[in-house]
């Protein structure tokens, strides 16, 4: 069925240095990929999506690009920031059928040091 | 900016009492979700719904029910309230063609 794996479950480094967090998937078909980001006590909210046409969605810094031909979706940093501490959620969705489900991976929590 | 509201925002429950959670959007959205949070398991499906007076069993639906009475408000019933279904809970709704999902703020449950 369909899928997606964050191998870390918690990613600790320095201020300044980069950010790379895992996530590949698995699906039948060609599913937009998402970056959700959660601070704490906060609700989950969007961080990145796939584009259709390959281009390489930026946000805050971050980036992402979809791979298909490895099924993976990394969230990037060039520099981490204190304040990117978070539980950081990479996720996928199913637009074709009628099923509208979202599916999560498990979650990379990241702590970002002074 | 979307708009997706739940309540209570915090509850504590006896075990076998029922609990109502409730969610409500403004977004016009077709789609409304329950999710349920526990560390080390992540966001995790309860149930969905993607039209007015009709819900669908998400991936963990055991023990839940829901009901979409309008589209703007979806309500998660837990009728037998246990000891495993402390958690946190969030409601997201999205639109028709876009997979962004835009969630409340949560509700945390406790059940004693």
């Known amino acids: 069925g369909d899928s997606v794996t964050q191998t870390e479950g918690l990613v600790t480094l320095t201020e300044g240095l980069p950010v790379m967090l895992n996530c590949t998937y698995q699906?039948?078909?060609?599913?937009?990929l998402f970056w959700y980001v959660q601070h704490l006590n906060e609700a989950p909210k969007l961080l990145l999506k796939s584009f259709t046409d390959n281009k390489r969605p930026e946000h805050q810094g971050f980036h992402a690009t979809l791979h298909k031909s490895s099924s993976s979706f990394h969230l990037q940093k060039s520099s981490a920031q204190l304040s990117d501490s978070a539980l950081y959620y990479c996720?996928?969705?199913?637009?074709?059928?009628?099923?509208?489900?979202?599916?999560f991976g498990l979650g990379t929590t990241l702590q970002v040091q002074p | 900016e979307a708009a997706v509201t739940q309540s209570p925002r915090s509850k504590v429950a006896v075990t076998g009492g029922k609990v109502t959670l409730s969610c409500h959007q403004t977004n016009n959205h077709d789609y409304m979700y329950w999710y349920r949070q526990d560390t080390g398991h992540g966001l995790r499906l309860i149930h969905y719904s993607y039209v007015a007076d009709s819900t669908e069993k998400g991936d963990i639906p055991d023990g839940y029910k829901a009901s979409r009475p309008s589209q703007e408000n979806f309500s998660l019933i837990l009728e037998l309230a246990s000891l495993s279904q402390t958690a946190v809970y969030f409601c997201?709704?999205?639109?028709?063609?876009?997979?962004?999902?835009?969630f409340g703020e949560g509700s945390k449950l406790t059940v004693l």
């Open positions: 996720a996928l969705s199913l637009i074709t059928g009628n099923t509208g489900k979202l599916i």
């Open positions: 699906s039948t078909y060609s599913p937009f």
């Open positions: 997201a709704s999205r639109g028709q063609n876009t997979g962004q999902l835009y």
